[in-house]
């Protein structure tokens, strides 16, 4: 397995098998403090097994188009949102799991304002930030336990946004 992965545009429906889409899409659930704040309730599930949720902060450096994709991971013990704490675009990457490896890979493009959560044991692209200064909020699971896999691709994939041309 390997090959080219072309940007996909992020959407709820796309990304649903994977996580969730973090955005302010759609009209509020509520109106609060004196009408001056749009509340987007419950936009994630949070999921901890044998642990309590934290959040970290990860400065990451900003990469290029092309990017190479060599390895995915996943967190087996609980989920992982990133929120970017700039309105700059990042890559996510997410491959659905077949019998307990990765398969083919997905690449999408955040719009500004956009954050995910990856559910318990997705397999994932490492934080792809592509300005700075590629600061995130992440909420995600503290404590004892593995809770950390790679997985190595034989052959490495090319994230491009754009497709290959077919020539004449």
């Known amino acids: ?45 949070i999921e901890i097994t044998d642990g309590r949720a934290g959040i970290s902060l990860f400065q990451a450096e900003p990469r290029s188009l092309p990017i190479l994709l060599d390895m995915v991971e996943r967190h087996p013990l609980g989920s992982q949102a990133f929120l970017p704490m700039s309105l700059d675009p990042f890559v996510v990457v997410v491959a659905p799991d077949e019998n307990d490896a ?40 503290i404590g004892a336990g593995p809770n950390f896999e790679e997985h190595w691709f034989e052959t490495p994939f090319t994230i491009t946004n754009q497709s290959a041309s077919t020539g004449p």
Not at 1 to 27: H, I, Q, R, Y
Not at 110 to 134: D, E, F, I, M, S
């Open 102 to 141: 990765p398969g083919r890979p997905r690449a999408f493009m955040t719009a500004p304002g956009q954050g995910v959560n990856y559910h318990k044991g997705t397999w994932h692209g490492v934080l792809t930030p592509l300005k700075a200064p590629g600061l995130f909020a992440i909420v995600d699971r």
């Open 1 to 45: 397995m390997s090959g080219t992965l072309v940007l996909e545009t992020l959407t709820a429906k796309a990304f649903a098998p994977f996580g969730d889409l973090l955005d302010v899409s759609g009209p509020p659930d509520k109106m609060i403090n004196q009408g001056l704040c749009k509340r987007f309730h419950d936009r994630a599930r």
